[in-house]
């Protein structure tokens, strides 16, 4: 199994995300998540540091500069998805990334106090 960390640069940018209030709240995260070919949209106008930006994981052992080094998307790359905060603390909890678990669910706890 793959171990992770917290990736606290993506965790920052989520914050500042969602202080600007670019985020969703009601959302299909399984309809919305980005697919492979919207992950290689993105990185063809943007940098791999802006790409693991939205990732609240780092995967040990992966090369940056790879996807395979960032794990539980927080956002389709413009705006922060509640649904996908709820994703990353589920899967998180799972599989027993206590750290990412509980930077997500931080986040999310931010989001909705928040959004009000």
Same mark, same amino acid.
Not at 31 to 44: C, M, T
Not at 60 to 69: I, P, S, V
């Given at each position: 199994m793959?171990?992770?960390?917290?990736?606290?640069?993506a965790?920052?940018?989520v914050r500042a995300?969602?202080?600007?209030?670019?985020?969703?709240?009601?959302?299909?995260?399984g309809?919305?998540?980005?697919d $492979?070919?919207a992950?290689? &949209?993105?990185?063809?106008r !943007?940098?791999w540091?802006e790409?693991a @930006?939205?990732? *609240?994981?780092?995967?040990?052992?992966?090369?940056?500069?790879?996807k395979?080094?960032?794990?539980?998307?927080?956002?389709d790359?413009?705006r922060?998805h509640?649904s996908?905060?709820? $994703?990353?603390?589920?899967? &998180?909890?799972?599989?027993? !990334?206590?750290e990412?678990?509980?930077? @997500?669910?931080? *986040?999310?706890?931010?989001l909705?106090?928040?959004s009000?």
């Amino acid at each position: 199994m793959a171990v992770y960390r917290v990736n606290d640069e993506a965790v920052e940018h989520v914050r500042a995300r969602i202080a600007a209030h670019q985020y969703v709240l009601d959302s299909d995260w399984g309809a919305v998540q980005p697919d $492979a070919a919207a992950q290689n &949209a993105f990185l063809e106008r !943007h940098s791999w540091p802006e790409y693991a @930006a939205w990732h *609240l994981g780092l995967t040990e052992g992966a090369a940056d500069g790879t996807k395979a080094r960032y794990a539980f998307v927080a956002g389709d790359f413009r705006r922060v998805h509640r649904s996908a905060l709820i $994703a990353c603390v589920y899967r &998180a909890s799972e599989w027993r !990334h206590k750290e990412v678990e509980l930077a @997500a669910h931080d *986040l999310l706890q931010l989001l909705d106090a928040t959004s009000g």
